[in-house]
């Protein structure tokens, strides 16, 4: 179905800064004026939701995290951008792999832990929007994780790829 990003984007954000303020994190979002984009609304939050949680994971207490929309040519790109530990290169294509955890958080306590599938889901998700999603990260510097999604992506879940988008 069409659906408005941001404000898809704003809910996930008002949602997620709840958990965001336990550690003293600000989540600011901005947008640019988006015009709606063809896509699964659920999975789409589901997309931001596990990003942004690594977001604040990874966060230190006091930081804020950076959410930014832009409309480029016929797709739209989302930024989500964290003042954490960052990525190592040699990780940052690992981390989109199921099960995979980069080492320190894999001998972390429970509860701190993850099962390592959120970015798996997160690029599933994504590839299904026919959008892509690419990480800029250095250690020591925080990470930042860049989602790009066509404006008239054909959905393949159920959708039909015959279907005109609806005016
Ligand atoms: P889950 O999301 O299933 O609870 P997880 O968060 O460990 O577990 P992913 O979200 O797939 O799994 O992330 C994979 C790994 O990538 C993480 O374990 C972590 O090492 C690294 N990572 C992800 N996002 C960040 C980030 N914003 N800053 C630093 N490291 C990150
Ligand atoms: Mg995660």
Redesign the pocket.
């Known amino acids: 179905t069409n659906l408005n990003i941001v404000v898809l984007i704003s809910e996930v954000v008002e949602q997620m800064q709840i958990k965001a303020t336990q550690s003293d994190i600000q989540i600011n979002y901005i947008s640019d004026d988006l015009p709606e984009i063809l896509g699964d609304y659920d999975r789409l939050q589901q997309v931001f939701i596990?990003?942004l949680?690594?977001?604040i994971?990874?966060?230190n207490n006091g930081d804020i995290i950076d959410v930014i929309s832009t409309l480029e040519d016929d797709h739209i790109v989302v930024s989500?951008r964290?003042y954490?530990?960052?990525?190592a290169e040699i990780?940052q294509q690992?981390?989109?792999s199921a099960f995979?955890?980069?080492?320190?958080?894999?001998s972390r306590g429970p509860g701190e832990?993850?099962?390592?599938?959120?970015?798996?889901?997160?690029k599933q998700i994504v590839e299904k929007h026919e959008g892509k999603i690419e990480i800029v990260?250095q250690v020591g510097e925080?990470?930042n994780?860049i989602v790009t999604i066509p404006i008239l992506s054909v959905l393949i879940y159920g959708g039909d790829k015959n279907e005109k988008p609806k005016e």
Request: glycine share 18%; charged share 25%.
């Open positions: 596990n990003i949680h690594n977001a994971k990874y966060s989500i964290d954490g530990p960052g990525i990780e690992r981390i989109f995979y955890r980069v080492e320190e958080d894999r832990g993850g099962s390592g599938l959120g970015l798996y889901i997160v990260s925080g990470t994780i």
